[in-house]
């Protein structure tokens, strides 16, 4: 669960767009692979460089298929979290650091639109792409290349020990057989929290979501900083190797988490220690773009072709624990057997998020954190 617990952690919506080194990791295919062509600027002209969150991942044997097929070198430029690469990027957009972007989501889309961050271009496969996660298809500034759900878990042996079914929505959450059950992210620090946000205001709508918080609140809801918090350190079911398990069932993380929780475990379960509530999710989607003012365009265009492809497509679910958007694609046993499909996630529309985002998640901290 590495790359699930990089993904999740703060993306400090809050924040003032402020300086964040980019830390510079080679690509994992190397260098070498593609003979890298020196220019007399000293660049290498067959390079194609990445910039991205801390989560981002993919096999070797992917990338060197990539620069197999195209010629390209793939350099990543690893940015933190999505929050503060979004906001490096913004940064820099006027000498970007990169080629293509990857990694901005639904949540803050609009923040690098706003600023200009992207060239258009409408990459291969956008056929296979449904059309509701194609939230730029007018102008094809980004394209799609991933969906994950943000949604409640439970831990499965202690609902069967108290002989309780586990919440199933939103609204069962604030029932007093769940009081003091429930560990969720810091909305202003933290991309599920934020999410979780966001998926109350889709549910209760601008009149009744701050009502709602305050029974949540008055239920016993516990708020730490990150996901990694929320998971590893507070939520009962986490298996991640500590001696001391958490006290809380219930915690918000991702619709992927289950399938986490089994990769390696032999023999393998019947079905996965922990669970879905499948009534409380919200919908991420992560996109790439061509970034304005690249160096290296035709690179970037065959970057974000390559995102899209099968090849990239299937590797990318147990790399990064996220959906693949692509209809074709086939998704690995582990996913299909204990995975929860999301059918019916809440969502916003960007510009929605854009106009309400920071005033939501001041009201809030108003209510939650005092």
Sequence with gaps: MNTIRRRAVGALVLATVGATALAACGSDSGDSASGGTKTSGGSTSKTVTLVSHDSFAASDAVLKDFTKETGYTVKVLRGGDAGAAVNQAILTKDHPQGDVFFGVDNTLLSRALDNGLFTPYAAKGLDQVPADLQLDAAKHRVTPIDSG???VNYDRAYFTAHKLDPPATFADLVKPEY?????????ATSSPGLAFLLG????????DWQSYWKKLKANGVEVVDGWEQAYNDRFSGSSAGKKAKGDKPLVVSYASSPPAEVVGVT???AQSPTGVSTGTCFRQIEFAG?????KNTAGGQALIDFLLSRTFQEDMPLQMYVDPVRKDATEPDVFTTYGAKITDPKTLAPDKIAAKRDEWVK???SIVLK
């Design 200 to 207: 109350s205001a889709a549910a209760y709508g601008d009149a």
């Design 149 to 151: 759900d943000v949604c």
């Design 363 to 365: 009201a809030w901290s």
């Design 179 to 187: 009081k003091n059950l429930l560990v969720t992210e810091n909305a």
């Design 267 to 269: 023999p393998a379960p």
């Design 290 to 294: 061509l970034l304005h003012g690249a």
